[in-house]
T-cell receptor
Framework: AQSVSQHNHHVILSEAASLELGCNYS??????LFWYVQYPGQHLQLLLK??????LVKGIKGFEAEFIKSKFSFNLRKPSVQWSDTAEYFC???????????????FGQGTELSVKP | DTAVSQTPKYLVTQMGNDKSIKCEQN?????MYWYKQDSKKFLKIMFS???????INETVPNRFSPKSPDKAHLNLHINSLELGDSAVYFC???????????????FGPGTRLLVL
């Protein structure tokens, strides 16, 4: 069965520190990859996505992620975090196959990011 | 101008009761979803509908019954609520068709259900 693993459950950083959140998935076929963010008390919002092409994708708010197919990874990065980046971050995958009717997303368990001012 | 809206935002109820959560999207999308987020923040899909037709039905107890009166609405009815049903339920929508997974899903604000 497919799964998505986020290695860090809780990350605490000071403002201006660099961020990297790990995400690995287990699926041998072609996938679409997503990072969502959930700010406190709010709904999930899309940060960025990868479908094909350049494996380095840029999203909103200065976030980027790199798809490394050989490592089954899609790590999220930001060079300098701000206090307002405090949130829960979710990596998600869906398989691009005729068996995935309707695009079921498989989510990782989330990483809580706390940024200290 | 909320794209995906859910009501109610909070729901506190007793074990054994029946309750419904409503979801509406104004994005013109064809596909809608229900996800459950447990106490450890794990998000798992429950159902997906495309143009009012059930597409995905994960291993969810049959006490949970989705209903899609039209493609802009997907409601979730839960019978005989149990303590383990306490969670946050998220509705989402996308432009994906059954054969197409390359569409972003847009999420609603969530409904926090607490069963006592």
């Amino acid at each position: 069965a497919q799964s998505v693993s986020q290695h860090n459950h809780h990350v605490i950083l000071s403002e201006a520190a660099s961020l990297e959140l790990g995400c690995n998935y287990s699926y041998g076929g072609t996938v679409n990859l997503f990072w969502y963010v959930q700010y406190p008390g709010q709904h999930l919002q899309l940060l960025l996505k990868y479908f094909s092409g350049d494996p380095l994708v840029k999203g909103i708010k200065g976030f980027e992620a790199e798809f490394i197919k050989s490592k089954f990874s899609f790590n999220l990065r930001k060079p300098s975090v701000q206090w307002s980046d405090t949130a829960e971050y979710f990596c998600a995958v869906n398989e691009r196959s005729v068996y995935n009717q309707g695009g079921k997303l498989i989510f990782g368990q989330g990483t809580e990011l706390s940024v200290k001012p | 101008d909320t794209a995906v809206s859910q009501t109610p935002k909070y729901l506190v109820t007793q074990m054994g009761n029946d309750k419904s959560i409503k979801c509406e999207q104004n994005l013109g999308h064809d596909t809608m979803y229900w996800y459950k987020q447990d106490s450890k923040k794990f998000l798992k899909i429950m159902f997906s509908y495309n143009n009012k037709e059930l597409i995905i039905n994960e291993t969810v107890p049959n006490r949970f019954s989705p209903k899609s009166p039209d493609k802009a609405h997907l409601n979730l009815h839960i019978n005989s609520l149990e303590l383990g049903d306490s969670a946050v339920y998220f509705c989402a929508s996308s432009q994906a068709s059954p054969a197409d997974s390359q569409e972003t899903q847009y999420f609603g604000p969530g409904t926090r259900l607490l069963v006592l």
